[in-house]
């Protein structure tokens, strides 16, 4: 069983950062695609940044502020998330494709962007 453990969200302030970390207990040399998407309630998940081995991706709402990183020899993706906005808010998931076909999700971690 593959797992996906998110960590270092939280609360912060308008104009705060914060640093998401995912770890997969299993090597995703063989993703092909690494991301982290959003959702609020009532309101589909969306995709915030993907990254495979040779580019990365945003969404337009958080280009310029967010960027997104993999390091295969550690099993994870991090997304480090500046100059925050209260639109921010929402439940941070990471989401791993595999070639084989796998697609697995993290629990999810909350980012709560308030004053």
């Known amino acids: 069983q593959v797992q996906l453990v998110e960590s270092g969200g939280g609360l912060v302030q308008p104009g705060g950062s914060l640093r998401l970390s995912c770890v997969v207990s299993?090597?995703?040399?063989?993703?092909?695609?690494m991301g982290w998407y959003r959702q609020t309630p009532g309101n589909q998940r969306e995709l915030v940044a993907s990254?495979?081995?040779?580019?990365?991706n945003y969404a337009d709402s958080v280009k310029g502020r967010f960027t997104i990183s993999r390091d295969n020899g550690k099993d994870a993706v991090y997304l480090q998330m500046n100059s925050l906005k209260p639109e921010d808010t929402a439940v941070y998931y990471c989401?791993?494709?595999?070639?084989?076909?796998?697609?697995?999700w993290g629990e999810g971690t909350q980012v709560t962007v308030s004053s």
């Open positions: 989401n791993a494709r595999y070639w084989d076909g796998r697609n697995l």
């Open positions: 299993r090597s995703i040399s063989s993703t092909s695609v």
């Open positions: 990254v495979t081995s040779g580019s990365s």
